[in-house]
């Protein structure tokens, strides 16, 4: 089976480069709506190919637009996230430099920061706030790194900025938080499945091994919008910290759907 979707991943991708490229980049230029749906397509084929079965528990806020914080897991939180919806991303500047992967993500508009330069942040905090006006609904993973998943990492307050100053504007987002969850479609000892990319993980032999296990669930849990004009940007943090990880908690102790995973300690 780990063959044939490394077949199948292999014939998506160069398919996505004669097809999917050259229309979602037209589409892009010219505002075609066709780039949403080009978008979640492309990531439901993949999230197909690899193996991992999307599902959701609640809905994000009908009203945009949203402003989503969830915690990271893996690369593949990306692609199961836009398998649902259209939606930007904000990455590390690494991202944009990966063969393949990278020019994928700048075909989709993400916005990339560059950690290590703090004086970065406002530039990347407008370029967020000009694409919520434009009505795009933006997606950060607030921990700043990736983790196993079990737990909740301290929530970095640095792009909830600029929150307060759109809502001086009166142009406020939905601030959505939402938690990952990852367990194995057939549940085996504590049902947990750690699709976790962090510390010196190379790509290519992650996803192989994702291809060789098969069979994950991505649980996507929404919680309750946060007021976006309840505080400043650290309050903000603190308090959509704190909603994501009584989802994840919650979402760990009801076993995501039956799932049986078991609780883990933060890393």
């Given at each position: 089976m780990a063959y044939l979707r490394a077949i199948a991943f292999v014939?998506?991708?160069?398919?996505?480069?004669?097809?999917?490229?050259?229309?979602?980049?037209?589409?892009?230029?010219?505002?075609?709506?066709?780039?949403?749906?080009?978008?979640?397509?492309?990531?439901?084929?993949?999230?197909?190919?690899?193996?991992?079965?999307?599902?959701e528990e609640g809905r994000p806020p009908d009203a945009a637009p949203r402003f989503v914080v969830a915690n990271h897991v893996s690369w593949t939180d990306i692609i199961a996230l836009a398998s649902r919806y259209p939606l930007v991303f904000l990455a590390k500047r690494e991202v944009a430099l990966w063969p393949v992967l990278g020019f994928l993500a700048r075909l989709q508009g993400t916005i990339f920061v560059d950690r290590s330069n703090r004086r970065a942040i406002p530039i990347v905090n407008a370029a967020l706030a000009e694409r919520l006006g434009r009505g795009e609904d933006v997606v950060i993973f607030a921990e700043g790194t990736s983790s196993d998943g079990s737990g909740?990492?301290?929530?970095?307050?640095?792009?909830?900025?600029?929150?307060?100053?759109?809502?001086?504007?009166?142009?406020?987002?939905?601030?959505?938080?939402?938690?990952?969850?990852?367990?194995?479609?057939?549940?085996?000892?504590?049902?947990?499945?750690?699709?976790?990319?962090?510390?010196?993980?190379?790509?290519?032999?992650?996803?192989w091994s994702l291809m060789k296990r098969g069979g994950a669930k991505c649980h996507i849990l929404w919680g309750e919008a946060?007021?976006?004009?309840?505080?400043?940007?650290?309050?903000?943090?603190?308090?959509?910290?704190?909603?994501?990880?009584?989802?994840?908690?919650?979402?760990?102790?009801g076993g995501a759907e039956g799932g049986k995973i078991a609780p883990q300690k933060e890393t």
């Open positions: 014939l998506a991708m160069t398919g996505a480069f004669v097809l999917f490229v050259p229309l979602q980049w037209l589409a892009r230029r010219r505002g075609w709506a066709i780039r949403h749906g080009i978008q979640t397509g492309f990531c439901r084929t993949m999230c197909a190919i690899i193996g991992i079965e999307v599902r909740v990492l301290k929530f970095n307050a640095s792009h909830f900025a600029m929150l307060t100053g759109l809502g001086e504007d009166g142009a406020a987002p939905v601030l959505a938080p939402a938690a990952i969850i990852y367990a194995a479609k057939k549940a085996k000892g504590d049902g947990r499945f750690d699709v976790g990319w962090y510390g010196d993980m190379t790509f290519l032999p992650h996803l946060v007021d976006p004009r309840a505080g400043d940007r650290k309050a903000l943090a603190q308090a959509t910290e704190q909603r994501v990880r009584a989802l994840l908690e919650g979402g760990v102790a």
